[in-house]
């Protein structure tokens, strides 16, 4: 008879690590399921200081994450790792979850809870299918484009968030022979359009053409883009969750229950007021802490 867990939980970033380091501690037994090959969701993503954590001050998010994966391991949390969950379905006394493991080897397993903590995914080029690639074109933000040499290079950097602005000065400070950002409208932090400037900003509608890495027609070496990001979690579509008008899941804030009994998300796919390592973390002791009270009601 397979083992039922207390829960699955689908995500090993800040919030699902967290959750699970919780959950564990509290005496209950959690699953982590996490595609990649470590702990520590985006934060692998982030090679500079993370000065917004007030415990961890001069620590990078690369290091974040791996103390996440240090905490795990150490609460004992049973994990499987390099395995996508795809598809998750109601059975009886909870959830099952179909997983996909590195050799393509497929297994399921079985919880009282689901606790969804997959985060977000960088958006692609709209009317391109998700995860579309071409040579030269990198969706961002994250390290490939931190460690890109841009020297003698021509940029087109498209986006009108806080992430393209950033971004823009940060290629045009390492020696690209031409950086241009084009964005259809601005939404960014005063200080970063500042920073910006306005040669080289072009505001308005463009059109960009990746395969052979041109916008408005005129080639570049390398586009970075930066639109911004969006949920995933298709595993759980049949479950019909209720979601906003975006597509992050609707939750209880002080349970992180979703509209489905038993069936948690916390982090980014939740979309809180403010996401970030610490926001995330504790979603995931929220979880926690609901799923514990809910076991541990008479009858149950
Ligand atoms: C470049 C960059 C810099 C940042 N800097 C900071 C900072 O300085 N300070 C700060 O507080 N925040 C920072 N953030 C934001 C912070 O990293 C996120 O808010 C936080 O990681 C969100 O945590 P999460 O657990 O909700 O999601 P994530 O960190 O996105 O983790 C989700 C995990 O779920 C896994 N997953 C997804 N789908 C599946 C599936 N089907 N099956 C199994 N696993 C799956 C993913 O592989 C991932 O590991 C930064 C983000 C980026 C991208």
């Known amino acids: 008879m397979q083992q039922m867990h207390d829960a699955v939980i689908v995500g090993g970033g800040p919030a699902g690590a967290s959750c699970a380091l919780w959950l564990a501690r509290l005496g209950l037994s959690p699953i982590l399921v996490e595609a990649s090959a470590k702990l520590g969701g985006l934060g692998n993503d982030n090679p500079f200081a993370d000065d917004w954590i007030a415990v961890l001050p001069g620590v990078t998010g690369q290091q974040v994450a791996a103390n996440i994966d240090v905490s795990v391991r150490a609460a004992g949390v049973p994990l499987r790792l390099q395995t996508r969950v795809s598809r998750v379905l109601p059975c009886k006394g909870g959830i099952q979850a179909s997983l996909m493991g590195p050799d393509g080897d497929e297994t399921t397993v079985r919880g009282r809870t689901l606790v969804i903590a997959s985060g977000v995914r960088a958006k692609g080029l709209p009317g391109h299918p998700p995860g579309a690639t071409w040579p030269g074109v990198l969706i961002g933000p994250g390290s490939p484009i931190v460690a890109q040499d841009y020297s003698g290079l021509s940029v087109a950097v498209l986006g009108g968030g806080d992430n393209a ?32 400037g306005t040669e080289g900003v072009r505001i308005g ?10 916008v408005d027609g005129r080639q570049y070496d390398l ?43 916390i982090g980014e796919v939740a979309h809180r007021m403010h996401p970030c390592v610490v926001t995330s973390m504790a979603d995931g002791v929220v979880a926690a802490k609901a799923i514990q009270r809910r076991w541990e009601r008479p009858g149950n």
Do not use: K, M
């Open 205 to 214: 509608p463009y059109s960009v053409d990746p395969a052979s890495r041109s």
């Open 165 to 196: 602005f950033e971004n823009y000065v940060y290629v045009r400070n390492r020696g690209a022979r031409a950086v241009h950002l084009y964005a259809r409208s601005v939404r960014a932090q005063q200080q970063w359009v500042t920073r910006a």
């Open 223 to 265: 586009i970075l883009v930066f639109y911004g990001w969006e949920p995933q979690a298709a595993f759980a579509d049949s479950l019909q969750l209720a979601r906003d008008d975006r597509g992050y899941i609707r939750t209880d804030v002080a349970t992180a229950e979703t509209s489905v009994t038993d069936i948690y998300a």
